[in-house]
Protein backbone atom coordinates (compact mmCIF):
# COMPACT_ATOMS: atom_id res chain seq x y z
CA UNK A 1 0.00 0.00 0.00
CA UNK A 2 2.62 2.36 0.76
CA UNK A 3 4.64 1.66 -2.85
CA UNK A 4 1.28 2.33 -4.26
CA UNK A 5 1.39 5.78 -2.55
CA UNK A 6 4.50 6.41 -3.36
CA UNK A 7 3.95 5.72 -6.91
CA UNK A 8 0.84 7.18 -7.04
CA UNK A 9 2.34 10.85 -6.07
CA UNK A 10 5.36 10.33 -8.65
CA UNK A 11 2.45 9.54 -10.90
CA UNK A 12 0.32 12.70 -9.65
CA UNK A 13 3.60 15.10 -10.65
CA UNK A 14 3.56 13.32 -14.07
CA UNK A 15 5.67 10.64 -13.77
CA UNK A 16 4.99 8.40 -16.80
CA UNK A 17 7.37 5.11 -15.39
CA UNK A 18 5.76 5.31 -11.89
CA UNK A 19 2.17 4.94 -13.79
CA UNK A 20 3.15 2.22 -15.83
CA UNK A 21 4.25 0.25 -12.44
CA UNK A 22 0.72 0.69 -10.84
CA UNK A 23 -1.15 -0.22 -14.52
CA UNK A 24 1.25 -2.91 -15.03
CA UNK A 25 -0.01 -4.07 -11.40
CA UNK A 26 -3.63 -3.26 -11.76
CA UNK A 27 -4.93 -3.47 -15.58
CA UNK A 28 -4.65 -7.55 -15.76
CA UNK A 29 -6.60 -7.81 -12.82
CA UNK A 30 -9.09 -5.37 -14.19
CA UNK A 31 -9.28 -6.97 -18.01
CA UNK A 32 -10.36 -10.23 -16.02
CA UNK A 33 -12.85 -8.54 -13.47
CA UNK A 34 -13.69 -6.60 -16.27
CA UNK A 35 -14.27 -10.03 -18.38
CA UNK A 36 -16.67 -11.13 -15.99
CA UNK A 37 -18.98 -8.04 -15.64
CA UNK A 38 -19.37 -7.26 -19.44
CA UNK A 39 -18.87 -11.18 -20.63
CA UNK A 40 -17.19 -9.47 -23.34
CA UNK A 41 -13.41 -9.95 -23.73
CA UNK A 42 -12.93 -7.58 -26.31
CA UNK A 43 -15.36 -4.97 -24.45
CA UNK A 44 -13.64 -5.47 -21.07
CA UNK A 45 -9.83 -4.59 -22.66
CA UNK A 46 -11.35 -1.55 -24.19
CA UNK A 47 -12.85 -0.72 -21.36
CA UNK A 48 -9.63 -1.38 -19.13
CA UNK A 49 -7.64 0.85 -21.28
CA UNK A 50 -10.32 3.79 -21.31
CA UNK A 51 -10.07 3.57 -17.62
CA UNK A 52 -6.05 4.00 -17.02
CA UNK A 53 -6.42 6.69 -19.63
CA UNK A 54 -8.97 8.12 -17.51
CA UNK A 55 -7.12 8.28 -14.14
CA UNK A 56 -3.78 9.40 -15.82
CA UNK A 57 -5.53 12.47 -17.71
CA UNK A 58 -7.68 13.55 -14.26
CA UNK A 59 -4.73 12.62 -11.61
CA UNK A 60 -6.98 14.41 -8.69
CA UNK A 61 -9.51 12.05 -8.95
CA UNK A 62 -8.16 9.99 -6.50
CA UNK A 63 -7.71 10.84 -2.58
CA UNK A 64 -5.31 8.12 -0.57
CA UNK A 65 -6.96 9.43 2.59
CA UNK A 66 -10.09 8.29 1.47
CA UNK A 67 -9.10 4.18 0.51
CA UNK A 68 -6.53 2.57 -1.18
CA UNK A 69 -6.04 2.58 -4.57
CA UNK A 70 -6.80 -0.77 -6.19
CA UNK A 71 -10.10 0.17 -4.67
CA UNK A 72 -10.31 3.19 -6.81
CA UNK A 73 -9.53 1.92 -10.25
CA UNK A 74 -11.57 -0.82 -9.80
CA UNK A 75 -14.72 1.28 -9.03
CA UNK A 76 -13.38 3.53 -11.74
CA UNK A 77 -13.59 0.55 -14.15
CA UNK A 78 -16.74 -0.56 -12.72
CA UNK A 79 -18.18 2.82 -13.72
CA UNK A 80 -16.84 2.90 -17.31
CA UNK A 81 -18.38 -0.84 -17.54
CA UNK A 82 -21.86 0.48 -16.29
CA UNK A 83 -21.51 3.47 -18.83
CA UNK A 84 -20.56 0.46 -21.35
CA UNK A 85 -23.79 -1.13 -20.82
CA UNK A 86 -26.11 1.85 -21.04
CA UNK A 87 -24.33 2.21 -24.70
CA UNK A 88 -25.57 -0.79 -25.60
CA UNK A 89 -29.01 -0.14 -24.65
CA UNK A 90 -31.61 -3.73 -24.42
CA UNK A 91 -28.60 -6.27 -25.12
CA UNK A 92 -28.98 -8.78 -22.64
CA UNK A 93 -26.24 -9.07 -20.09
CA UNK A 94 -25.60 -12.09 -20.06
CA UNK A 95 -23.55 -12.54 -23.22
CA UNK A 96 -20.56 -15.09 -23.20
CA UNK A 97 -18.41 -14.90 -26.03
CA UNK A 98 -15.89 -17.32 -25.16
CA UNK A 99 -16.53 -21.26 -26.29
CA UNK A 100 -17.65 -23.30 -23.76
CA UNK A 101 -15.91 -26.08 -24.69
CA UNK A 102 -12.90 -23.95 -23.17
CA UNK A 103 -14.10 -24.17 -19.64
CA UNK A 104 -14.25 -27.52 -17.52
CA UNK A 105 -17.59 -28.79 -16.73
CA UNK A 106 -17.65 -27.75 -12.69
CA UNK A 107 -15.74 -24.07 -13.80
CA UNK A 108 -18.57 -23.97 -16.44
CA UNK A 109 -21.78 -24.11 -14.32
CA UNK A 110 -19.68 -21.64 -11.83
CA UNK A 111 -19.29 -19.18 -14.86
CA UNK A 112 -22.93 -19.60 -16.50
CA UNK A 113 -24.63 -19.01 -12.83
CA UNK A 114 -22.14 -16.02 -12.19
CA UNK A 115 -23.45 -15.01 -15.82
CA UNK A 116 -26.95 -14.86 -14.26
CA UNK A 117 -26.54 -12.38 -11.64
CA UNK A 118 -27.25 -8.88 -12.21
CA UNK A 119 -24.17 -6.51 -12.92
CA UNK A 120 -23.28 -5.52 -9.34
CA UNK A 121 -23.81 -8.88 -7.87
CA UNK A 122 -20.80 -10.19 -10.29
CA UNK A 123 -19.19 -7.50 -9.06
CA UNK A 124 -19.65 -7.76 -5.40
CA UNK A 125 -18.94 -11.31 -5.34
CA UNK A 126 -15.56 -11.39 -7.76
CA UNK A 127 -14.06 -8.83 -6.02
CA UNK A 128 -14.36 -10.32 -2.61
CA UNK A 129 -13.78 -13.74 -3.58
CA UNK A 130 -11.19 -13.86 -6.78
CA UNK A 131 -10.06 -9.99 -5.51
CA UNK A 132 -9.97 -10.59 -2.38
CA UNK A 133 -11.67 -6.99 -1.04
CA UNK A 134 -12.32 -6.28 2.41
CA UNK A 135 -15.98 -4.98 3.20
CA UNK A 136 -14.25 -1.64 3.26
CA UNK A 137 -13.40 -1.82 -0.17
CA UNK A 138 -16.21 -2.80 -1.52
CA UNK A 139 -18.47 -0.50 -0.12
CA UNK A 140 -15.58 1.90 -1.81
CA UNK A 141 -15.38 0.72 -5.30
CA UNK A 142 -19.08 -0.15 -4.80
CA UNK A 143 -20.46 3.07 -3.79
CA UNK A 144 -22.65 1.39 -0.79
CA UNK A 145 -22.47 1.57 2.60
CA UNK A 146 -20.31 -0.63 4.78
CA UNK A 147 -22.88 -2.34 6.29
CA UNK A 148 -25.03 -3.05 3.30
CA UNK A 149 -21.89 -4.97 1.75
CA UNK A 150 -22.61 -7.98 4.31
CA UNK A 151 -26.21 -8.53 3.34
CA UNK A 152 -25.53 -7.92 -0.25
CA UNK A 153 -23.13 -10.69 -0.45
CA UNK A 154 -25.03 -12.66 1.98
CA UNK A 155 -27.96 -12.51 -1.29
CA UNK A 156 -25.51 -12.79 -4.10
CA UNK A 157 -24.46 -15.66 -2.19
CA UNK A 158 -27.84 -17.34 -2.07
CA UNK A 159 -28.29 -16.28 -5.51
CA UNK A 160 -25.49 -18.35 -6.60
CA UNK A 161 -26.39 -21.82 -4.94
CA UNK A 162 -29.41 -21.73 -5.66
CA UNK A 163 -29.03 -21.10 -9.78
CA UNK A 164 -26.22 -23.92 -9.16
CA UNK A 165 -28.48 -26.28 -7.74
CA UNK A 166 -31.10 -25.65 -9.92
CA UNK A 167 -28.62 -26.66 -13.17
CA UNK A 168 -29.03 -30.39 -14.61
CA UNK A 169 -25.50 -31.29 -13.97
CA UNK A 170 -26.24 -30.41 -9.74
CA UNK A 171 -29.46 -32.45 -9.85
CA UNK A 172 -27.46 -35.07 -11.11
CA UNK A 173 -24.79 -34.87 -8.86
CA UNK A 174 -27.26 -34.65 -5.94
CA UNK A 175 -29.84 -37.88 -6.94
CA UNK B 1 -32.07 -20.04 16.43
CA UNK B 2 -33.80 -20.38 13.04
CA UNK B 3 -31.53 -21.17 9.98
CA UNK B 4 -33.18 -18.39 8.49
CA UNK B 5 -32.09 -15.92 11.26
CA UNK B 6 -28.16 -17.56 11.35
CA UNK B 7 -27.80 -17.65 7.15
CA UNK B 8 -26.73 -13.91 6.65
CA UNK B 9 -23.67 -14.87 9.40
CA UNK B 10 -23.07 -17.68 7.53
CA UNK B 11 -22.06 -15.97 4.39
CA UNK B 12 -20.17 -13.56 6.78
CA UNK B 13 -18.29 -16.54 8.54
CA UNK B 14 -17.17 -17.27 5.02
CA UNK B 15 -15.85 -13.53 4.79
CA UNK B 16 -13.44 -14.25 8.03
CA UNK B 17 -16.01 -11.74 9.62
CA UNK B 18 -16.51 -12.31 13.83
CA UNK B 19 -20.28 -13.65 14.26
CA UNK B 20 -21.98 -13.66 17.53
CA UNK B 21 -21.35 -16.72 19.63
CA UNK B 22 -25.24 -18.07 19.55
CA UNK B 23 -25.20 -17.86 15.49
CA UNK B 24 -22.09 -20.00 15.56
CA UNK B 25 -23.09 -22.73 18.29
CA UNK B 26 -26.04 -23.38 16.18
CA UNK B 27 -24.11 -23.46 12.87
CA UNK B 28 -21.99 -26.00 14.66
CA UNK B 29 -24.37 -28.61 15.20
CA UNK B 30 -27.06 -27.65 12.39
CA UNK B 31 -26.73 -29.69 9.14
CA UNK B 32 -29.00 -27.41 7.09
CA UNK B 33 -26.20 -24.38 7.97
CA UNK B 34 -23.35 -26.63 7.70
CA UNK B 35 -24.55 -27.49 4.00
CA UNK B 36 -24.86 -23.67 3.54
CA UNK B 37 -21.61 -23.03 4.86
CA UNK B 38 -20.10 -25.68 2.91
CA UNK B 39 -21.62 -24.99 -0.42
CA UNK B 40 -20.55 -20.54 -0.22
CA UNK B 41 -17.17 -22.40 0.47
CA UNK B 42 -17.53 -24.24 -2.56
CA UNK B 43 -18.72 -21.40 -5.01
CA UNK B 44 -15.90 -19.41 -3.60
CA UNK B 45 -13.46 -22.04 -4.30
CA UNK B 46 -14.73 -22.33 -7.81
CA UNK B 47 -14.53 -18.94 -8.35
CA UNK B 48 -10.93 -18.20 -7.81
CA UNK B 49 -10.74 -21.72 -10.31
CA UNK B 50 -12.55 -19.86 -13.01
CA UNK B 51 -10.53 -16.96 -12.41
CA UNK B 52 -7.32 -18.89 -12.40
CA UNK B 53 -8.83 -20.59 -15.86
CA UNK B 54 -9.22 -17.22 -17.47
CA UNK B 55 -7.03 -16.63 -20.84
CA UNK B 56 -3.93 -14.12 -19.87
CA UNK B 57 -4.06 -10.67 -20.59
CA UNK B 58 -1.58 -9.56 -22.86
CA UNK B 59 -0.82 -5.83 -22.02
CA UNK B 60 0.39 -3.25 -24.65
CA UNK B 61 3.42 -1.05 -23.35
CA UNK B 62 1.87 2.25 -23.46
CA UNK B 63 3.88 6.07 -23.13
CA UNK B 64 1.73 7.90 -20.84
CA UNK B 65 3.88 10.79 -21.05
CA UNK B 66 2.69 11.45 -24.84
CA UNK B 67 -1.06 11.20 -23.21
CA UNK B 68 -2.28 15.24 -22.58
CA UNK B 69 -3.61 15.40 -18.90
CA UNK B 70 -6.43 17.69 -18.27
CA UNK B 71 -6.95 19.89 -15.86
CA UNK B 72 -11.12 19.97 -15.04
CA UNK B 73 -13.14 23.41 -14.38
CA UNK B 74 -15.63 22.98 -12.27
CA UNK B 75 -17.75 22.98 -14.56
CA UNK B 76 -16.63 19.52 -15.67
CA UNK B 77 -16.26 18.09 -12.58
CA UNK B 78 -20.02 18.48 -11.86
CA UNK B 79 -20.62 16.95 -15.14
CA UNK B 80 -18.09 14.09 -14.48
CA UNK B 81 -19.53 13.11 -10.78
CA UNK B 82 -23.13 14.44 -11.62
CA UNK B 83 -25.65 12.61 -10.32
CA UNK B 84 -28.46 14.64 -10.11
CA UNK B 85 -30.22 16.03 -13.61
CA UNK B 86 -27.63 18.66 -15.87
CA UNK B 87 -30.74 21.03 -15.86
CA UNK B 88 -30.80 21.04 -12.29
CA UNK B 89 -27.02 21.01 -11.59
CA UNK B 90 -26.84 23.87 -14.21
CA UNK B 91 -29.60 25.83 -12.20
CA UNK B 92 -27.63 24.92 -9.39
CA UNK B 93 -24.16 27.02 -10.76
CA UNK B 94 -26.49 29.42 -12.39
CA UNK B 95 -28.00 30.25 -8.62
CA UNK B 96 -24.28 30.33 -6.76
CA UNK B 97 -22.65 32.21 -9.54
CA UNK B 98 -25.61 34.98 -8.99
CA UNK B 99 -25.37 34.85 -5.16
CA UNK B 100 -21.59 35.02 -5.07
CA UNK B 101 -20.89 37.90 -7.87
CA UNK B 102 -19.70 40.16 -5.11
CA UNK B 103 -17.28 37.42 -3.45
CA UNK B 104 -16.27 36.88 -7.10
CA UNK B 105 -15.66 40.53 -7.41
CA UNK B 106 -13.16 40.36 -4.61
CA UNK B 107 -11.32 37.82 -5.85
CA UNK B 108 -10.68 39.25 -8.98
CA UNK B 109 -9.40 42.25 -7.29
CA UNK B 110 -7.09 40.40 -4.73
CA UNK B 111 -5.47 38.32 -7.70
CA UNK B 112 -6.10 34.73 -8.13
CA UNK B 113 -2.59 32.97 -8.52
CA UNK B 114 -0.78 35.47 -5.96
CA UNK B 115 2.46 34.40 -4.28
CA UNK B 116 0.63 33.91 -1.33
CA UNK B 117 -1.27 30.56 0.05
CA UNK B 118 -3.81 31.35 2.37
CA UNK B 119 -4.57 27.40 4.53
CA UNK B 120 -8.00 26.69 6.05
CA UNK B 121 -8.44 24.02 7.82
CA UNK B 122 -11.69 22.31 8.93
CA UNK B 123 -12.09 19.68 11.76
CA UNK B 124 -14.53 16.73 10.44
CA UNK B 125 -17.06 16.74 11.22
CA UNK B 126 -17.91 19.34 13.87
CA UNK B 127 -16.48 22.14 12.04
CA UNK B 128 -13.95 23.74 14.49
CA UNK B 129 -12.01 25.94 11.73
CA UNK B 130 -8.78 27.94 11.01
CA UNK B 131 -6.57 29.64 8.55
CA UNK B 132 -2.57 30.02 8.38
CA UNK B 133 -0.91 31.70 5.85
CA UNK B 134 2.43 31.09 4.09
CA UNK B 135 4.22 32.43 0.92
CA UNK B 136 5.33 30.22 -1.80
CA UNK B 137 7.71 32.49 -3.43
CA UNK B 138 11.03 31.16 -1.36
CA UNK B 139 10.94 33.86 1.32
CA UNK B 140 12.31 32.23 4.27
CA UNK B 141 10.74 34.28 6.71
CA UNK B 142 6.95 33.37 5.89
CA UNK B 143 7.29 30.18 4.34
CA UNK B 144 5.82 28.29 7.43
CA UNK B 145 3.17 28.95 9.65
CA UNK B 146 1.30 27.38 12.49
CA UNK B 147 -2.16 26.76 14.60
CA UNK B 148 -2.72 24.90 17.48
CA UNK B 149 -6.15 25.58 18.82
CA UNK B 150 -8.14 23.89 22.08
CA UNK B 151 -10.16 21.41 20.48
CA UNK B 152 -12.28 18.73 22.54
CA UNK B 153 -10.52 19.14 25.50
CA UNK B 154 -7.19 18.64 24.01
CA UNK B 155 -4.94 21.15 22.08
CA UNK B 156 -4.71 20.48 17.90
CA UNK B 157 -0.90 21.12 16.59
CA UNK B 158 -1.05 21.98 13.14
CA UNK B 159 2.43 23.22 11.05
CA UNK B 160 2.58 23.63 7.13
CA UNK B 161 6.49 24.24 5.36
CA UNK B 162 6.16 25.03 2.05
CA UNK B 163 8.02 22.78 0.01
CA UNK B 164 7.25 23.55 -3.96
CA UNK B 165 5.22 24.82 -6.65
CA UNK B 166 3.90 23.79 -10.02
CA UNK B 167 1.34 26.11 -11.28
CA UNK B 168 -1.67 26.10 -9.44
CA UNK B 169 -0.65 23.33 -7.25
CA UNK B 170 1.39 24.42 -3.88
CA UNK B 171 3.45 20.47 -2.51
CA UNK B 172 3.51 21.25 2.03
CA UNK B 173 5.01 19.26 4.47
CA UNK B 174 2.57 18.93 7.37
CA UNK B 175 2.68 18.26 10.85
CA UNK B 176 -0.19 17.24 12.68
CA UNK B 177 -0.54 16.11 16.12
CA UNK B 178 -3.00 16.07 19.14
CA UNK B 179 -2.46 16.14 22.76
CA UNK B 180 -5.77 15.20 24.27
CA UNK B 181 -6.51 16.27 28.21
CA UNK B 182 -4.37 19.09 27.88
CA UNK B 183 -4.34 23.23 26.86
CA UNK B 184 -0.96 23.90 26.48
CA UNK B 185 1.20 23.34 23.69
CA UNK B 186 4.59 23.70 23.30
CA UNK B 187 5.47 24.68 19.72
CA UNK B 188 9.39 23.42 19.53
CA UNK B 189 8.92 20.38 22.03
CA UNK B 190 5.36 19.32 20.81
CA UNK B 191 6.21 18.99 17.49
CA UNK B 192 9.92 17.28 17.37
CA UNK B 193 8.81 13.55 17.07
CA UNK B 194 5.77 14.32 14.71
CA UNK B 195 6.88 12.80 11.30
CA UNK B 196 5.95 14.87 8.04
CA UNK B 197 3.87 14.16 5.40
CA UNK B 198 3.72 15.50 2.01
CA UNK B 199 0.42 17.19 0.56
CA UNK B 200 -0.17 18.84 -2.35
CA UNK B 201 -2.92 21.55 -1.67
CA UNK B 202 -4.82 23.24 -4.90
CA UNK B 203 -7.50 26.17 -4.89
CA UNK B 204 -10.60 24.10 -4.83
CA UNK B 205 -9.60 20.76 -3.92
CA UNK B 206 -9.83 19.66 -0.39
CA UNK B 207 -6.87 17.45 1.10
CA UNK B 208 -8.18 15.53 4.34
CA UNK B 209 -5.44 15.14 6.79
CA UNK B 210 -5.75 11.97 9.98
CA UNK B 211 -4.53 13.02 12.94
CA UNK B 212 -3.96 10.20 15.30
CA UNK B 213 -6.52 10.46 18.55
CA UNK B 214 -8.94 12.76 17.20
CA UNK B 215 -9.51 12.55 13.46
CA UNK B 216 -9.48 13.87 9.96
CA UNK B 217 -8.60 17.66 8.73
CA UNK B 218 -10.08 19.05 5.95
CA UNK B 219 -7.25 21.19 4.39
CA UNK B 220 -8.25 24.04 1.86
CA UNK B 221 -6.42 26.61 -0.22
CA UNK B 222 -6.49 30.19 -1.95
CA UNK B 223 -4.04 32.43 -3.32
CA UNK B 224 -3.84 36.23 -2.36
CA UNK B 225 -1.55 38.31 -4.11
CA UNK B 226 -0.19 40.06 -0.95
CA UNK B 227 0.29 39.39 2.98
CA UNK B 228 -2.83 40.32 5.02
CA UNK B 229 -2.26 42.27 7.65
CA UNK B 230 -4.09 40.07 10.29
CA UNK B 231 -1.91 36.86 8.86
CA UNK B 232 -4.61 34.20 11.07
CA UNK B 233 -7.69 36.00 10.19
CA UNK B 234 -7.26 37.08 6.70
CA UNK B 235 -11.33 36.73 6.19
CA UNK B 236 -11.91 38.78 8.83
CA UNK B 237 -15.02 41.67 8.51
CA UNK B 238 -14.83 45.14 9.54
CA UNK B 239 -17.92 44.12 11.53
CA UNK B 240 -17.04 41.81 14.60
CA UNK B 241 -18.87 38.82 14.90
CA UNK B 242 -21.24 37.15 17.76
CA UNK B 243 -19.31 37.15 20.84
CA UNK B 244 -16.29 38.36 18.97
CA UNK B 245 -14.21 40.51 20.84
CA UNK B 246 -10.60 41.53 19.28
CA UNK B 247 -8.00 43.72 19.91
CA UNK B 248 -5.92 44.80 17.06
CA UNK B 249 -3.10 47.22 18.07
CA UNK B 250 -3.59 49.00 20.65
CA UNK B 251 -2.63 52.52 22.10
CA UNK B 252 -3.57 53.59 25.52
CA UNK B 253 -4.38 57.21 26.56
CA UNK B 254 -4.31 58.36 29.69
CA UNK B 255 -5.93 62.05 30.34
CA UNK B 256 -3.17 63.61 27.53
CA UNK B 257 -0.42 60.81 28.31
CA UNK B 258 0.29 57.64 25.73
CA UNK B 259 0.21 55.04 28.76
CA UNK B 260 1.06 52.32 26.15
CA UNK B 261 1.60 51.82 22.35
CA UNK B 262 1.30 48.32 21.07
CA UNK B 263 0.28 48.77 17.40
CA UNK B 264 3.61 46.74 16.51
CA UNK B 265 2.28 43.64 18.55
CA UNK B 266 -0.76 42.50 16.55
CA UNK B 267 -3.41 41.61 17.58
CA UNK B 268 -5.56 39.17 19.50
CA UNK B 269 -9.44 37.70 18.91
CA UNK B 270 -11.54 35.03 20.67
CA UNK B 271 -14.90 34.18 19.13
CA UNK B 272 -17.41 32.59 20.19
CA UNK B 273 -16.90 32.85 24.00
CA UNK B 274 -19.52 35.29 25.41
CA UNK B 275 -17.15 36.03 28.24
CA UNK B 276 -14.08 37.42 26.18
CA UNK B 277 -11.37 39.67 28.03
CA UNK B 278 -8.96 41.45 27.02
CA UNK B 279 -5.65 41.89 29.05
CA UNK B 280 -3.11 44.56 28.88
CA UNK B 281 0.24 43.97 30.67
CA UNK B 282 2.89 46.88 30.29
CA UNK B 283 5.71 46.93 32.11
CA UNK B 284 5.43 50.21 34.81
CA UNK B 285 1.65 49.87 34.16
CA UNK B 286 1.03 46.98 35.49
CA UNK B 287 -2.38 45.05 34.30
CA UNK B 288 -5.61 46.34 32.49
CA UNK B 289 -8.51 44.05 32.06
CA UNK B 290 -10.85 44.92 29.80
CA UNK B 291 -14.65 42.46 29.87
CA UNK B 292 -17.82 42.28 28.11
CA UNK B 293 -19.16 40.85 31.12
CA UNK B 294 -19.22 42.74 34.97
CA UNK B 295 -17.11 41.19 37.31
CA UNK B 296 -15.97 42.30 40.63
CA UNK B 297 -13.78 45.53 41.12
CA UNK B 298 -14.37 46.67 37.29
CA UNK B 299 -15.41 49.79 36.22
CA UNK B 300 -18.48 50.35 33.31
CA UNK B 301 -16.77 52.08 30.29
CA UNK B 302 -18.55 52.60 26.47
CA UNK B 303 -17.75 51.53 23.22
CA UNK B 304 -17.88 52.95 20.29
CA UNK B 305 -16.22 51.24 17.06
CA UNK B 306 -12.51 51.37 17.69
CA UNK B 307 -12.79 53.55 20.82
CA UNK B 308 -12.89 52.31 24.38
CA UNK B 309 -13.67 54.74 27.10
CA UNK B 310 -13.10 54.59 30.94
CA UNK B 311 -12.68 56.15 34.22
CA UNK B 312 -10.50 54.81 36.63
CA UNK B 313 -8.97 56.74 39.90
CA UNK B 314 -10.26 59.36 38.74
CA UNK B 315 -8.42 59.78 35.73
CA UNK B 316 -9.81 59.61 31.52
CA UNK B 317 -8.94 56.59 29.63
CA UNK B 318 -9.21 56.15 26.02
CA UNK B 319 -8.31 53.08 23.82
CA UNK B 320 -7.60 52.90 20.41
CA UNK B 321 -7.53 49.73 18.18
CA UNK B 322 -7.56 49.45 14.41
CA UNK B 323 -10.61 47.77 14.31
CA UNK B 324 -13.67 48.17 16.04
CA UNK B 325 -13.48 45.34 19.23
CA UNK B 326 -17.28 44.16 19.71
CA UNK B 327 -20.52 44.33 19.48
CA UNK B 328 -21.36 45.46 22.87
CA UNK B 329 -21.84 48.79 23.72
CA UNK B 330 -20.69 48.70 27.13
CA UNK B 331 -17.21 46.89 28.72
CA UNK B 332 -15.68 46.81 32.31
CA UNK B 333 -12.57 47.55 33.27
CA UNK B 334 -10.34 47.19 35.81
CA UNK B 335 -6.28 47.75 36.71
CA UNK B 336 -3.87 46.33 38.95
CA UNK B 337 -0.88 47.87 39.27
CA UNK B 338 1.01 45.92 41.09
CA UNK B 339 0.78 42.66 38.98
CA UNK B 340 3.15 41.16 37.70
CA UNK B 341 2.94 38.77 34.38
CA UNK B 342 5.83 36.14 35.51
CA UNK B 343 3.52 34.88 38.63
CA UNK B 344 0.73 34.02 36.51
CA UNK B 345 2.08 32.78 33.33
CA UNK B 346 4.83 30.36 32.27
CA UNK B 347 7.57 31.87 30.85
CA UNK B 348 6.60 35.41 31.31
CA UNK B 349 9.01 38.50 31.33
CA UNK B 350 8.07 41.13 33.42
CA UNK B 351 10.03 43.62 31.26
CA UNK B 352 7.87 43.05 27.89
CA UNK B 353 4.68 44.30 27.61
CA UNK B 354 2.14 41.96 26.03
CA UNK B 355 -1.48 41.79 25.62
CA UNK B 356 -4.53 38.99 25.27
CA UNK B 357 -7.93 38.34 24.67
CA UNK B 358 -9.48 35.28 26.76
CA UNK B 359 -12.25 34.09 28.13
CA UNK B 360 -12.69 36.64 31.79
CA UNK B 361 -12.46 33.44 34.23
CA UNK B 362 -9.02 32.12 32.51
CA UNK B 363 -7.45 35.19 33.36
CA UNK B 364 -8.97 35.78 36.67
CA UNK B 365 -7.57 32.59 38.02
CA UNK B 366 -4.46 32.25 39.43
CA UNK B 367 -2.79 30.66 36.38
CA UNK B 368 -2.98 31.87 32.99
CA UNK B 369 -2.32 29.93 30.23
CA UNK B 370 -0.76 31.07 26.74
Known sequence: ?175 | MKCDEAAEFVSALCDGETIPREVAEHIGTCEVCRARLNAYSAIGVELKRVASLEPPVTMKARSWEKEQRIRMNWWQMGRTAMKIPRFAFASMLALILVLSSSLVLVRARTGGGGPVLVLTFKLLPDGTTGDCIITTDGNARTNQCGYTPGVRGGMLGLKFRFVSRDGDRTQLGVKATYKSHSDTFHFIDDFKDVPERMVWVEPGEKEQIAVSGLGEIELTGEYLDHLPLLRFRPKEALDPQKNEFRVVAPVLIRGKEVVLNLSENGYSIDSGDPEAALMIYYPGEGRYLISTVPFEGAVDGTVKLGQIKFNLEGQDYLLLTAMPTTRSEHVWVSHDPQYKLSEHMQDARDDLPMFMVRKLSGLLGGQIHH
Not at chain 1, 104 to 129: F, H, K, M, N, Y
Open chain 1, 1 to 175: MAEDRELWERSRQGDGRAFEALYLKYAPKLEVFLRQVLGNQQAAQDVMQETFTQIWQRPNGFEPERGTLRAYVFGAGRKRAAEWWRKQGTRKETVQDEPAECRTETASLVADALAQLPQEGRSLIWLREVEGYSYAELAETLEIPIGTVRSRLFGVREELRKIWRATPQAKERDS
